[in-house]
T-cell receptor, first 108, second 116 residues
Framework: KNEVEQSPQNLTAQEGEFITINCSYS?????LHWLQQHPGGGIVSLFM???GKKKHGRLIATINIQEKHSSLHITASHPRDSAVYIC??????????FGTGTRLQVFP | EPEVTQTPSHQVTQMGQEVILRCVPI?????FYWYRQILGQKVEFLVS????????KSEIFDDQFSVERPDGSNFTLKIRSTKLEDSAMYFC??????????????FGPGTRLLVL
């Protein structure tokens, strides 16, 4: 069974700061998902990546398959980035196994 | 852009009552999922569904739970006799089925269920 760990659990930042959220998993995977959960509860898929790096606007996700580790970076953070960020990995049957999430608060 | 929809957004029910949570997956998707998130906890898998049958279910998905795709569009989760511990946010998700583990799952906005 794949164990998914995230750090930190909580993160506060001032607007403009560079944010890093980390995710590690115990069993090799084909791809890793980064998700954003809004304060209202809805979940949005941010990235799915299987190698290297992906960038979307101010968000950058990286993955090191050998080390079983991924990071999500937010450049020039903004209060609207405040949310819970979750990494998830597919099991061998394709259901997603979720990390505990990182609660990010960005203050003006 | 196509999206997964869920109804109702909120449901309050008495313990022992039956509830049906409804989802409309994206139209060309073939794989469907229900997940739930108890307040303050991580999202956990309940059940996956493909080709009109359950592909996999978790330990949580006991005899009180059932899923159905009654027509070509709706995907429902029924809890026959709700318990206090069923209070959670329930998410439906779907994917096309063309990418296996390397494929995005699209989530609905969730139904917040409160059992009193």
């Amino acid at each position: 069974k794949n164990e998914v760990e995230q750090s930190p659990q909580n993160l506060t930042a001032q607007e403009g700061e560079f944010i890093t959220i980390n995710c590690s998993y115990s069993v090799g995977i084909s791809a890793l998902h980064w998700l954003q959960q809004h304060p209202g509860g809805g979940i949005v898929s941010l990235f799915m990546l299987s190698s290297g790096k992906k960038k979307h606007g101010r968000l950058i996700a990286t993955i090191n398959i050998q080390e079983k580790h991924s990071s999500l970076h937010i450049t020039a953070s903004h209060p609207r980035d405040s949310a819970v960020y979750i990494c998830a990995v597919p099991s061998n049957t394709d259901k997603l196994i979720f990390g505990t999430g990182t609660r990010l608060q960005v203050f003006p | 852009e196509p999206e997964v929809t869920q109804t109702p957004s909120h449901q309050v029910t008495q313990m022992g009552q039956e509830v049906i949570l409804r989802c409309v997956p994206i139209s060309n998707h073939l794989y469907f999922y229900w997940y739930r998130q108890i307040l303050g906890q991580k999202v956990e898998f309940l059940v996956s569904f493909y080709n009109n049958e359950i592909s996999e279910k978790s330990e949580i998905f006991d005899d009180q739970f059932s899923v159905e795709r009654p027509d070509g569009s709706n995907f429902t989760l029924k809890i026959r006799s709700t318990k206090l511990e069923d209070s959670a946010m329930y998410f439906c998700a779907s994917r096309t089925g063309q990418g296996g583990g390397q494929e995005t799952q699209y989530f609905g906005p969730g139904t917040r269920l409160l059992v009193l």
